[in-house]
């Protein structure tokens, strides 16, 4: 019964979380349980910080340790050797020594260390690896970055697909009414046929357009279901409001002084270049010789049967010391792979600094075209209110039969198409103010809050 209870509890609590996962910011977290964009970031991210990991190893101690064994056969012969043994008996000279064996038991072990202890190009490696696992974090605040204004624009361009299909419909039944009134009125022979067929071609084509609209809905509230997980008909989005719509904004210096400093792609730029500089730092002269501390122990053992019976021979070898490699001459490859790393570092240099101006020019069009949609935005209420009030008059003009039936039409399309331009305008501007927080680096779920407060029902 208690499991059952909870169960039941759980179901409730996920059904009413689905219920209102409409608003902008609610959407945003479905989809970060949801979509496998998050699993592919987030995997990259883990992906680059395991290179710190490999850049502390390649200055930790290496040790490895081998074995062999096999078949082997061995021959040795000494001529005119002096052999000495203790007091009792003399020394002799022109003594032979021979050992042999064909086909015995071969087996080698060797047991090393090594430690480096200067390692310029090492050293170098070192430092690009560490700026790698930098430049995967950078990579993964700009994918977020990218994967919040993804997530924005399909919920807006459902937003105004849902706008645009229910202005549609609103027109269509004006233009049936107009249509039903066109036929009693030419009936009673008080207009021309002309409007009637006006009214039905009007009608037939928004019929058309409403036909489109519906495809491009279900497509658009498909797509959003899909990267957030959650039902298609559940979805009731919120639109954007005149409220916060004319928040005061920085000034343009303050936003490109930011950009200039925290643009992800500029960072990420800057970091390649820096990665650049250790490449050539790798192949300079400085970089030739290493010094390694090396300590091994190996042991050799032969045995079997040869020309004098039964034998066996062993050999050991313990040794530590220090490891000096300094390369002469190489045929020119140092030397040419240096110059090929100052080309290379040449490259990314002047890269960065075309990032810094594509930065400052997105960053100025993002920051005009906020200000300038704050602008347009109040000449598009005012035109909203305009169209209407001709709507309203047209209306009352066609009742009177001062205005036709294709007046009527026409006011009808205007005040649609008004209604839906301040949409986009007010989207427009939700969407300059997120690209902007982007191009500096600090778009996050807190910036997304601010424009997730600008939406209603």
């Known amino acids: 019964m208690i499991s059952r209870t909870l169960l039941a509890s759980a179901a409730l609590s996920l059904c009413a979380m689905t219920a209102h996962a409409t608003d902008l910011l609610q959407v945003w977290q479905a989809a970060r349980q949801h979509d496998p964009q998050g699993a592919v970031i987030d995997a990259s991210r883990a992906a680059g910080a395991a290179q710190r990991e490999k850049a502390a190893a390649l200055w930790r101690p290496n040790l490895g340790l081998s074995a062999t064994t096999g078949v082997g056969s061995a021959n040795s012969r000494m001529e005119g050797a002096q052999f000495a043994a203790p007091p009792a008996f003399p020394a002799t000279t022109g003594v032979s020594f021979g050992t042999s064996v064909s086909g015995g038991t071969a087996t080698r072990w060797a047991l090393s260390v090594r430690q480096p202890l200067y390692n310029v190009e090492r050293q170098a490696q070192r430092q690009q690896l560490v700026i790698s696992a930098d430049s995967a974090e950078i ?51 008080d207009v021309p046929i002309t409007d009637t067929h006006e009214a039905s071609a009007r009608a037939r084509g928004l019929q058309a357009q409403a036909v489109a609209a519906a495809s491009e809905l279900e497509l658009a509230r498909q797509m959003l279901a ?26 343009l210096p303050h936003w490109l002084s930011l950009a200039q400093q925290d643009n992800p792609m500029l960072r990420l730029q ?13 192949h300079s002269a400085t970089a030739s010789p290493t010094l390694d501390l090396i300590a091994q122990a190996t042991r050799d053992r ?23 490699n300094v390369p002469i001459y190489t045929g020119g490859w140092r030397s ?3 110059e090929e790393a100052l080309r290379l570092e040449d490259k990314t240099r002047a890269e960065v600094e075309r990032t810094r101006l594509q930065v400052g020019q997105f960053t100025r069009a993002a920051w005009l075209a906020l200000q300038s949609g704050q602008a347009r935005l109040v000449a598009l209420e005012e035109a909203v209110t305009a169209q209407q009030a001709r709507l309203d008059a047209t209306r009352i003009g066609r009742q009177v039969g001062d205005r036709t039936t294709l007046d009527l039409l026409n006011a009808e399309n205007d005040a649609s198409a008004a209604d839906l331009a301040l949409l986009q305008a007010r989207i427009d501007i939700l969407q300059s103010r997120l690209r902007l927080d982007a191009l500096v680096g600090q778009l996050d779920t807190q910036r997304l809050q601010v424009i997730n407060d600008a939406l209603q029902p």
Request: aromatic fraction near 6%; charged fraction near 20%.
């Open 336 to 338: 040419a792979k240096q």
């Open 270 to 282: 800057q970091a390649q270049a820096d990665a650049a500089r250790e490449e050539v730092r790798k």
């Open 302 to 324: 032969l045995s079997g049967y040869g020309d004098f019976g039964s034998a066996s021979n062993t050999q050991s070898q313990q040794m530590i010391g220090v490891s000096l």
């Open 226 to 251: 899909d990267i957030t997980g959650l039902p298609s008909a559940d979805l009731q989005l919120q639109a954007p409001s005149s409220r916060g719509l004319n928040a005061t904004v920085d000034t």
């Open 139 to 189: 990579q993964w605040q700009a994918a977020q970055q990218d994967w919040i204004l993804q997530t924005t624009q399909r919920y807006f361009d459902t937003v105004l697909a849902e706008r645009r299909l229910t202005l549609l419909k609103q027109q269509q039944t004006a233009v049936d009414k107009a249509l039903t009134e066109a036929k009693d009125r030419f009936a009673l022979g």
